[in-house]
Each structure stands twice: as structure tokens, then as C-alpha cells.
């Protein structure tokens, strides 16, 4: 027997998290599926021990989300065209040009071989891949007889999704490469090469100006513990990325970075968008708009916005409308409340999100656009004044000792 350490959803929406023991990863996966439980993660409890080898093993079987996008769009051609889906997924697995890929399709169709059930079921032994957006959207499907029709649409929903990720990604790689290359050139001037100067300012026999007095200090202290700064900077990071990981202070810091200037609405605008593509998909799916809320909200990394799905979900159980759910929140823009109370009032509701979702993502993209325009000059001008101050420092004792020779 093998120990197994799992999170999951309820029907609630509540997450849990435990630890349960099977002779097999296929049936730890049916004891939780037994007891009414929508696995996230279900890993054996030796890898999950170590944080090096958890991210190993989530960096060695990672499939991007443009991969499952084109796979999820070649299964839906091959079941429309009347493949049984375990031909179809072997069919996949042939033409499958990524290895991780290959082992995941490997994964769902001996789960299907040997457990039998649905294709949602299947699906679930490979929760890192196949979330809960995705097992619902397919579960929806195979239940209303349309499954190739409901993987068509969520291949689209997949490719629009990795559309915006790898825009938002394109339009920051350029101001943190200058960043980053300013930072570099500006630790090696100043720990390698202003300490070579020290002889010559030691040569002028004189008293040195203030700005290069420090100059020297800095540049003495970085040349020597340069290690420990760096070490100190390792530190700080990995002591941030524990903190964020108690809910209490993700929570407090998501509510915080949507107060941010100019980065604030950008957020909130990317994650709006996410959110109405998401719950347009599953509501178009045919999931019904309480548990599609409940799974949307699960996949919203931004606490304080996922914290408003919770009220929602009651708001609605008493016989609110979503519209006037989200405008209780005071948290979603006036656009997105009317455009939903819209589509409720003309019952094109998964229509009007698709719809929010088109403005949201444009809009997002313009202000990333804007943000980045804005943030490339304020880096050269603030590297150039770090740089042109280092020089100046160093040209003071020789305009000075120029002076008191004339």
C-alpha cells in the first residue's frame, strides 16, 4: 500500500486537503471520485515531501496550455468523425510530437482501459493538466451527447486563453530584460571596476569630494560581500514567496495590487476577462451557473477577487440574479454587471460573457501595451541617472585636481 497526499473540491465548493493510502494511484483516485471528491492534485506522499521535487516533477510533466489547445482541438475532429474516444486518444498519442504530452494521453487511456467510467473520470487521474474547468466542460458534454462539439469550443477557449497569456508575457519580456541587463552592468561597475580607481584617487594626495568618498564606500562593501548581498537577495525572495503562501497575506496583498496606479485596473481588467471566459464556457457547456461559479472561482489566482465568489454562490442560492450577485461585491466593474443582467434578461447569458470577455481581454491588452510604453523610458532615464551620477563621482577629483594645478 501507498501513501497518497490529495486536494480537492466539494460540491460545496470548500476545498480539502488530506492523505489517504492505495496500492495504486488509480485507486486512490477512485476512493476520492467514491466519496463525491473533484481531485485537484493527487500525488504519492514521497514526492510531495520535498518542494524541489514537486516543482521537478510539475517542470518535467508540464503541458502548456497552447498544447492542450491544439490537443483538445484534434480530439474533438477525431470524435466528430466517429472515432470511439480510447481509438481516438491512441490515434492522439501517435501524432503527439511532445513526450509529456504522449505520457498524458498514455495516462487517461489506460485509465479508461482499466477503470472504465466516463472520459471525465479519465480525465481526473491528470488533474495538473486536466483542471476543473476542463473535466466539467467534458463531463457536461458526454452527459448532453455533444462531446465533440463541447471540445471544439473548449479548444477555442484554450487558445484565446494562451493568446492573452503569451501577449501580456511578449509585452513584459523586453522592460524586464533592460531591467535586469542595467542591474548586471551597474553591480559590475560598481564591485569589479570602480575599486581599480582607488589608487589613482589615492595618487591626487588630496581630499576627495563627498559623492566619490561614498562612491568608493559602496563600491568597497559590494566588492568585498558581494556574495552576501546576493545571498541576502535569495533570502528575501524565498522568505516573500513563503509569506504569500498563508492565505491571510495573499489575501491582503491581492486586495492591495488591485489599489495599485495604472497596474491596479490593468489586474483587475486581465482577471475580469479570465473570469467571464471561463464562466461563458461552462455555462455554455451546459454546467449550471452554481457550480459553474464554484469552479471558476477555483481557478482565479487573485485571493480577493476569488474571495467574492463564495457570497456570490449564496447570494444566487436565495434567488438573486448573478447580475445583481456581482454588483453586491462592489468589487466588478459597472460594464460587467450591466453586460450580465443583459444576457440574464434576454437568456444569452454565456453569450454576454464571451462578449465581456472580447472587451476585457482587448482592453487588458491595450493597458499592458500602455504600461509597458510608459515603464521602457522611465527605466532608461533612471539607469542612466544611476550611471551618469557613478561617472560623475569619478570625474570630480580629476576636475579638482585639474583646478588646483592651474
Known amino acids: 500500500m501507498s501513501s497518497f ?31 463525491g471528491y473533484h481531485p485537484l492534485a493527487l500525488e504519492p506522499l514521497e514526492e510531495s515531501r520535498t518542494l524541489l521535487g514537486n516543482l521537478m516533477r510539475r517542470l518535467r ?25 480510447v481509438e481516438a486518444l491512441s490515434t492522439l498519442r501517435g501524432q503527439a510530437a511532445s513526450g509529456r ?39 457536461s458534454g458526454e452527459e448532453g451527447g455533444g462531446l465533440g462539439e463541447v471540445l471544439n469550443d473548449l479548444g477555442r477557449h484554450l487558445t484565446r486563453t494562451a493568446k492573452l497569456r503569451g501577449q501580456v508575457l511578449g509585452a513584459l519580456i523586453y522592460p524586464v ?40 564606500a559602496l563600491s568597497g562593501f559590494l566588492s568585498s560581500w558581494w556574495w552576501a548581498l546576493l ?17 491571510s497575506v495573499r489575501l491582503r496583498t491581492d486586495r492591495l495590487s488591485l489599489r495599485l496606479p495604472v497596474v491596479g485596473p490593468m489586474l483587475l481588467k486581465l482577471a475580469v476577462s479570465r473570469v467571464a471566459r471561463t464562466l461563458g464556457a461552462l455555462v455554455g457547456g451546459g454546467v449550471g451557473i452554481l457550480t459553474a461559479l464554484r469552479i471558476t472561482g477555483e481557478t482565479v489566482r487573485n485571493r480577493a477577487i476569488r474571495a467574492t465568489f463564495a457570497p456570490m454562490v449564496a447570494s ?14 462592489r468589487l466588478y466593474p459597472p460594464l460587467m454587471v450591466s453586460l450580465v443582467r443583459t444576457g440574464e434578461d434576454t437568456g444569452e447569458l454565456a453569450e454576454m460573457l464571451n462578449e465581456l470577455a472580447a472587451i476585457y481581454e482587448e482592453e487588458a491588452e491595450r493597458a499592458v501595451s500602455g504600461a509597458v510604453k510608459l515603464l521602457e523610458p522611465v527605466l532608461i532615464i533612471m539607469m542612466g541617472a544611476v550611471i551618469a551620477g557613478i561617472v560623475a563621482a569619478v570625474m570630480l577629483p580629476v576636475f579638482q585636481a585639474n583646478v588646483m594645478v592651474e
Do not use: N
Open 231 to 247: 545571498a541576502g537577495i535569495v533570502a528575501a525572495i524565498l522568505a516573500v514567496w513563503m509569506l504569500l503562501r498563508r492565505e
Open 5 to 35: 497526499s490529495y486536494s480537492a473540491i466539494l460540491d460545496s465548493g470548500r476545498k480539502v486537503e488530506g492523505i489517504l493510502r492505495g496500492r495504486s494511484r488509480h485507486e486512490a483516485l477512485t476512493q476520492l471520485c467514491s466519496k
Open 177 to 216: 530584460f533592460l531591467l535586469l541587463l542595467g542591474a548586471t552592468a551597474i553591480f559590475v561597475l560598481m564591485a569589479f571596476v570602480i575599486p581599480s580607481f582607488e589608487e589613482l584617487f589615492a595618487s591626487f594626495d588630496q581630499a576627495l569630494p563627498a559623492p566619490t568618498r561614498a562612491l568608493i
Open 101 to 139: 504530452l504522449v505520457r498524458v494521453i498514455e495516462d487517461v487511456q489506460e485509465t479508461l482501459l482499466h477503470e472504465g467510467g466516463s472520459l471525465a473520470d479519465a480525465l481526473a487521474c491528470r488533474p495538473d493538466v486536466f483542471g476543473p474547468v476542463y473535466r466539467s466542460l467534458v463531463r
Open 61 to 85: 510533466d508540464r503541458v502548456s496550455t497552447s498544447q492542450l489547445a491544439v490537443m483538445t482541438r484534434q480530439l474533438s475532429s477525431l470524435l466528430r468523425a466517429g472515432l470511439p474516444v
Open 316 to 329: 444566487i442560492s436565495t434567488g438573486d440574479s448573478l447580475a445583481a450577485a456581482a454588483g453586491r461585491t
